[in-house]
């Protein structure tokens, strides 16, 4: 899919948190990794992969001035609030990633794109625990187990048009308890979370179960490339991209 509109994440936060005082930077999105900032990565694969409109949705100045001439959205309160706002100055469909997911290619994007069923009013991008350890052992990821795995996101994410903002709503609630699985599971209803519970739920069952709640048709793409986990979240993730990138 060529000439898609894309969506960068890059929140600001009052003061620097730990990986970004690791790193000496205001905001991680200014972190150098190989030579680039990881925004500048982030949009380069981006555009690598056919994205013909990109938004930069962040509150820092600095983040700011360093996106342009891209378009600035503001941030707002929460990731999936941006999005929402982001969304609507945008248009769709739309991509969002984050301005932290440092290894970031574009034939990861290109694939996800093309993988994605015809049906889907959403979309969002996983690797397998397995997949995620034969590219990168050494790294620790959240996984969600389901009967057929365990699952990292990979910070890739499809909405088809303005009804995938009916997930907005339910991403917020899904983002309190995104380290705790069975709270998750519970947003499903009785059945699904007994299914969670007994393993007898399947991560496709549990995507569609979301969306069904919603009145859309959700989707999970499985990615080959277990890097797509990787994102910059703290000083080991980031020593581990520089190790993976040669800087």
């Given at each position: 899919?060529?000439?898609?509109?894309?969506?960068?994440?890059?929140?600001?936060?009052?003061?620097?948190?730990?990986?970004?005082?690791?790193?000496?930077?205001?905001?991680?999105?200014?972190?150098?990794?190989?030579?680039?900032?990881?925004?500048?990565?982030?949009?380069?694969?981006?555009?690598?992969?056919?994205?013909?409109?990109?938004?930069?949705?962040?509150?820092?100045?600095?983040?700011?001035?360093?996106?342009?001439?891209?378009?600035?959205?503001?941030?707002?309160?929460?990731?999936?609030?941006?999005?929402?706002?982001?969304?609507?100055?945008?248009?769709?469909?739309?991509?969002?990633?984050?301005?932290?997911?440092?290894?970031?290619q574009p034939e990861?994007?290109?694939?996800?794109?093309?993988?994605?069923?015809?049906?889907?009013?959403?979309?969002?991008?996983?690797?397998?625990?397995?997949?995620?350890?034969?590219?990168?052992?050494?790294?620790?990821?959240?996984y969600l187990a389901?009967?057929?795995?365990?699952?990292?996101?990979?910070?890739?994410?499809?909405?088809?048009?303005?009804?995938?903002?009916?997930?907005?709503?339910?991403?917020?609630?899904?983002?309190?308890?995104?380290?705790?699985?069975?709270?998750?599971?519970?947003?499903?209803?009785?059945?699904?979370?007994?299914?969670?519970?007994?393993?007898?739920?399947?991560?496709?069952?549990?995507?569609?179960?979301?969306?069904?709640?919603?009145?859309?048709?959700?989707?999970?793409?499985?990615?080959?490339?277990?890097?797509?986990?990787?994102?910059?979240?703290?000083?080991?993730?980031?020593?581990?991209?520089?190790?993976?990138?040669?800087?």
């Open positions: 899919m060529s000439g898609f509109t894309a969506l960068v994440l890059a929140g600001s936060r009052d003061e620097p948190d730990a990986l970004s005082a690791y790193a000496g930077v205001s905001h991680k999105a200014l972190i150098e990794l190989a030579g680039q900032t990881l925004l500048a990565r982030v949009v380069a694969a981006l555009q690598g992969a056919g994205a013909a409109r990109i938004g930069v949705c962040t509150s820092h100045p600095q983040v700011a001035e360093a996106a342009a001439p891209l378009e600035v959205i503001p941030a707002a309160a929460t990731p999936s609030q941006s999005v929402e706002q982001a969304a609507r100055a945008l248009g769709f469909p739309l991509l969002v990633t984050t301005s932290d997911h440092a290894l970031l990861w994007i290109a694939r996800f794109l093309a993988d994605i069923p015809a049906d889907a009013d959403i979309a969002a991008l996983l690797a397998r625990d397995d997949v995620v350890r034969a590219a990168v052992p050494d790294t620790k990821r959240t389901f009967r057929d795995g365990r699952y990292s996101g990979c910070n890739l994410f499809y909405l088809r048009d303005a009804r995938a903002l009916a997930a907005i709503a339910l991403w917020r609630r899904v983002e309190a308890y995104r380290k705790q699985p069975w709270k998750i599971a519970a947003l499903l209803g009785p059945g699904m979370l007994l299914g969670y519970a007994f393993g007898r739920l399947t991560l496709d069952q549990a995507v569609a179960g979301l969306g069904r709640r919603i009145g859309l048709t959700a989707a999970a793409v499985r990615t080959p490339y277990g890097l797509a986990a990787v994102d910059v979240d703290k000083p080991a993730d980031l020593d581990l991209v520089r190790r993976l990138a040669g800087g």
